[in-house]
């Protein structure tokens, strides 16, 4: 598939553009939303409601979008069968380990070191590329991939000096060992996640990218449903735990706004363009993120944080050259 909008993406040239910017806002404000949430050092809601509502709310809005597709279509419905629908609850899987990985991470790091590090997805999902789909990797490409690595390696070592320096304030960049393993894994999921869902959308192409989402969506809420219930039952809480609402505030609602457009303007890029374009959108968010964490947490940056930016930077650009 081409990268390039108005080829053979059903969008404008201007409206694909515009889903970027917007997803690319979406990406960075998550991180520093997720900050703005926490109450003396905890998350205050429950991750798994909060993905639950997530998904349910993707999935309302997938169904509508399939309804008022179906009703301008002259063809009857067909309900697809189980050799389409069952590959889909691969990713739900490990979307729902990384949508309540991404939420616990937040306490072992500042927001702009997340989205630095989160970086490290390219590196994974473009392993995962040539491993699955057998895509080769040109030697600039690699370099770029080293590039980020040692961006990562420098900005996780000065993250580490702050944090045994006891400086973890949301104004300083300080990432913890806890930290780090939860990121590795949480890259690694996301590189698998992001090349198999690809490969699933776009191997029956012509089917509806709504009704594919309605699969997606259809098993990561009775997934995540089932998680949140399962949690709610075994916390010390007992019955107040059953709320699913409990805890959230307006910036939690927010998260939950973002993320459902996020989620859907996702499946198009990864459908209509690729993972490529994807991680770009990634990338170019923690420009957003450290701007914001700066304007409202008083970021002070490292050295070690500015060279790793630099890299990330330049490796982004040998990457896509």
Sequence with gaps: MTDKPGDTLPFAAWQWKSLLVFQTVCCGS??????????????????????????????????????????????PFQFPSWRICLPFAVPTVLYTINNNLAVHMQLHMDAATYQVLSNLKILTTAILYRIIIKRPISRLQWFALFLLTTAGVLNSYGGLQSSFEGNTSKGAIHLTLTGIAMLALYCTISGLAGVYSEYILKKDYHLSLHLQNSLLY??????????????????????????????????????????VFNGLIMSAVIKHSSNITRLFVISCSMLVTTVLSIALFSLQLNLFFSIAVVLVLVALYLYHK
């Design 30 to 75: 998550y991180s520093i939303l997720v900050h703005l949430c926490e109450v003396d050092g905890k998350i205050p809601f429950s991750s798994t409601s909060m993905v639950c509502i997530q998904e349910s709310f993707k999935l309302f809005l997938s169904l509508s979008l399939l309804f008022n597709e179906h009703r301008q279509s002259e063809q």
């Design 218 to 259: 259809l098993f990561g809420s009775i997934l995540n449903g089932a998680f949140f219930i399962v949690t709610a039952l075994t916390d010390e809480h007992g019955g107040s735990a059953m709320s699913l609402t409990k805890g959230f505030t307006f910036y939690t609602w927010l998260i939950i706004a973002s993320q």
